[in-house]
């Protein structure tokens, strides 16, 4: 079973950063996309940043210039980088990942637990 495990989140002033990690583990052949979406309080789920198995990535207008998503491919992990933070980055972070078990089966998606980042003014 693939499990996909988040660290690093947690409370920070506003200018600050924090960096996100997302380990997936189980039996994995192959890692296609992975992203970062959030969830504030009230609102749907949004996204953040995508990262393509090759490195091509995608920011939400909000995070353009101040988030950087980047994975390592060996230790199957992708990171979200948040600098420069703001009030409203609060939320709860979620990992997703576009997952292929093996060869021959499809991709499917997984998402982890989720990671609390709030943002103080």
Do not use: H
Request: proline share 3%; with cysteine; net charge positive.
């Amino acid at each position: 079973q693939v499990q996909l495990v988040e660290s690093g989140g947690g409370l920070v002033q506003a200018g600050g950063s924090l960096r996100l990690s997302c380990a997936a583990t189980g039996t994995i052949f192959t890692i296609n996309r992975m992203g970062w979406y959030r969830q504030a309080p009230g609102k749907q789920r949004e996204l953040v940043a995508t990262i393509s198995s090759g490195g091509s990535t995608n920011y939400a207008d909000p995070v353009k210039g101040r988030f950087t998503i980047y994975r390592d491919n060996a230790k199957n992990t992708v990171y979200l980088q948040m600098n420069s933070l703001k009030p409203e980055d609060t939320a709860v972070y979620y990992c997703n990942a576009q997952v292929r078990s093996r060869l021959s089966a499809p991709a499917f998606d997984r998402w982890g637990q989720g990671t609390q980042v709030t943002v103080s003014s």
